[in-house]
């Protein structure tokens, strides 16, 4: 079918500017499938890597697919909530929430390599600490840069770690700095906005591979894994539909656009039910994020 143009300047412009919060994500009708993504980078980059996948995913469910993004994470989760997005790209913890606010179902997951968990990248700038230890040490010494406050890779693990594994909390640093995306916490380290910093790993590598980390930015330590980044949707969403969507999904594979894969950062997709987020599920309850807003000020 012929796609429609949805670049988001000129969508968010044809919904009065509101970024998924305040507004229609896309049509109502069933024709459509409003498809929303968590700024895990810039929002306009997260636009951009999705675009393909939405035109892929129009070609197998018969239905225009309209992919828009949030101003963060927290929007997402109210979006569902408001039934403005039928399918949705969330992080770990922020599925977790949606699980809770919205009933929300998830789909498929992303694998790399035979395994479906990620990790977080602690890193630092090259005339920095050298290594974790040096900075458990003296954290009260350097500024610490997180992502998004309920990104799971770029705040609520690596503050689980640092505190299981090295006894720091982030209060015990000089400051701590929530800069929204992954990408953005290696930029505030590369330009020595901060001095340690924690973002999604697999993130990371591709940023280095494309060249757009350089020398000024070294890793010290990378997280054990965790389950995160599902395709989900909401409970609107039709039983034969979301056959459909998880069935496309998993038909992503080295014949059938490669390329697609290559920007969410994964191999393939396989099906995954709500039991595989068990262990977040618990991280997140552990941290009081259920408690309260789901801004998540304090993860």
Request: proline content about 5%.
């Amino acid at each position: 079918m012929t796609r429609r143009s949805t670049s988001r300047r000129s969508y968010l412009a044809a919904v009065g500017g509101a970024a998924l919060t305040g507004g229609c994500l896309g049509g109502t009708g069933t024709s459509t499938v409003r498809m929303g993504v968590v700024p895990d980078v810039d929002p306009d980059t997260a636009v951009q890597q999705n675009t393909g996948l939405a035109e892929y995913l129009e070609s197998h469910l018969d239905a225009t697919v309209d992919v828009d993004t949030s101003a963060d994470y927290a929007g997402m989760v109210r979006a569902m909530a408001a039934e403005q997005v039928d399918l949705a790209y969330f992080g770990g913890v922020s599925y977790i929430l949606a699980r809770h606010r919205a009933d929300a179902e998830p789909v498929v997951v992303g694998s790399e390599g035979g395994s479906t968990e990620w990790h977080s990248a602690f890193v630092a700038h090259a005339d920095g600490p050298s290594s974790m230890e040096d900075v458990v040490a003296a954290p009260g010494d350097y500024d610490l840069v997180f992502g998004d406050p309920i990104s799971t890779s770029g705040t609520v693990m690596p503050t689980y770690y640092l505190r299981t594994e090295f006894d720091t909390r982030p209060d015990d640093f000089a400051s701590t700095t929530h800069v929204g995306a992954h990408d953005a916490t290696a930029g505030a380290i590369a330009n020595a906005s901060g001095d340690v910093g924690a973002l999604n790993a697999r993130i990371y590598d591709a940023l280095v591979e494309s060249g757009d980390v350089g020398d000024d930015v070294v890793e010290l330590w990378r997280t054990p894994g965790f389950p995160d980044y599902p395709w989900a949707v909401a409970p609107t969403v039709d039983s034969d539909r979301v056959g459909r969507i998880r069935e496309a999904f998993m038909k992503l594979d080295d014949r059938d656009r490669t390329g697609i894969l290559d920007t969410q950062n994964v191999d393939e997709y396989v099906p995954v039910s709500h039991d595989d987020f068990t262990s977040l599920n618990e991280g997140v309850e552990m941290a009081g994020l259920l408690d309260g807003d789901e801004s998540g000020a304090n993860p």
